[in-house]
């Protein structure tokens, strides 16, 4: 199994341009989500699915759109970036059993110049 | 809200033992978890709490107050491996379901010789 797999792991991009980070999971849990990190700021949420074809906002969802199409696939957007959108991005999965623990991709490092 | 607070850095000696507090305000709890993460790397599930009491997994131990919103991680018999930052996590709360988890900003430990 290879878990949680996130593309790109790194990404420059100008101001303005558009781009699209992709995370798959092979473990067919339900829920899917996107978190970014900020040094001081801890891990925020930003989106979250809770099955296919569902999306939610969280907690900083602005400038962020996100689909879900097939079950194992989470894409997360960022229509126009902006130099606030610098972050560390992780994708995790949990199962709707148990205790819910959420599983991490090793994360996308998006600088935004 | 949520609310989560645990201290910032904490330093520690190879071989003792350390306690790493976390506390929290929610307008509901369904279960604390603690993940560890090392420096440009993804969390890693570490436990899970959601009744009162100790949960005890090898060199590492939770331990969960619900009525006094308070947790704490206890590693023992520390080693090199264990410098890293770990974070508490809260489920549940007004506007929250099972799936969604509420970050600390993490507590960056270091091992000493």
């Not at chain 2, 809260?90 to 993490?106: A, D, H, I, P, Q």
């Amino acid at each position: 199994n290879a878990g949680v797999t996130q593309t790109p792991k790194f990404r420059v991009l100008k101001t303005g341009q558009s781009m699209t980070l992709l995370c798959a999971q092979d473990m067919n849990h339900e829920y899917m989500y996107w978190y970014r990190q900020d040094p001081g700021m801890g891990l925020r949420l930003i989106h979250y699915s809770v099955g296919e074809g569902t999306t939610a906002k969280g907690e900083v969802p602005d400038g962020y759109n996100v689909s879900r199409l097939k079950k194992q696939n989470f894409l997360l957007g960022l229509e126009s970036a902006a130099p606030s959108q610098t972050s560390v991005y992780f994708c995790a999965s949990s199962s709707r059993q148990g205790a819910y623990e959420q599983y991490f991709g090793p994360g996308t490092r998006l600088t935004v110049t | 809200g949520q609310n989560i607070d645990q201290p910032t850095e904490m330093t520690a000696t190879e071989g003792a033992i350390v306690q790493i507090n976390c506390t929290y305000q929610t307008s509901g709890f369904n279960g604390l978890f603690w993940y560890q993460q090392h420096a440009g790397e993804a969390p890693t599930f570490l436990s899970y709490n959601v009744l009162d009491g100790l949960e005890e997994k090898g060199r590492f131990s939770s331990f969960l107050s619900r009525s006094k919103g308070y947790s704490y991680l206890l590693l023992k018999e520390l080693q090199m491996k264990d410098s890293a930052s770990y974070l508490c996590a809260v489920r549940g709360g007004s506007n929250f379901g099972n799936e969604k988890l509420t970050f600390g900003t993490g507590t960056r430990l270091t091992i000493i010789p």
